[in-house]
């Protein structure tokens, strides 16, 4: 696989989502099993996800948010410290299509199965 410069973003953007999940996942005190139950996966593809070992898909984004009871635009929100995980005004929300447009990345090149 090739490394392109966008690489890093893509990169950020996926630990944005995953540390996203982790936390929605330890807030509501859900047990690894029961998030696995949840979400239709096996601990181990649960775990290759959230650290990054298997790259996430907009699937994976859809099931966690679906799971989560959230928007999969709020899993896209980059949080600056300890404030509360709620829908409030001011987030960073990042916009994917004009994130892709500004890096000319082509949506068929980032659909990587599992």
């Known amino acids: 696989m090739t490394t ?9 953007l996926t630990d944005v989502v995953t540390s996203n999940v982790r936390a929605e996942i330890a807030r509501r005190r859900l047990s690894q099993r029961r ?3 949840g979400l239709g996966l096996s601990q181990q593809a649960l775990s290759d996800r959230l650290t990054g070992r298997v790259r996430l898909t907009i699937d994976d984004l859809a099931r966690f ?20 995980r709620t829908r409030w005004f001011g987030a960073s929300v990042i ?10 990345i082509d949506s068929s090149a980032m659909a990587v199965s599992a």
Not at 4 to 12: I, K, L, Q, V, Y
Not at 65 to 84: C, D, T, Y
């Open 4 to 12: 392109t410069a966008a690489g890093s973003e893509w990169d950020d």
């Open 35 to 37: 998030a696995c139950v």
């Open 65 to 84: 948010a679906s799971f989560l009871g959230l928007e999969p635009s709020e899993l896209l929100v980059r949080h600056q410290g300890l404030e509360p």
């Open 95 to 104: 916009d994917l299509a004009a994130w892709r447009a500004a890096r000319s």
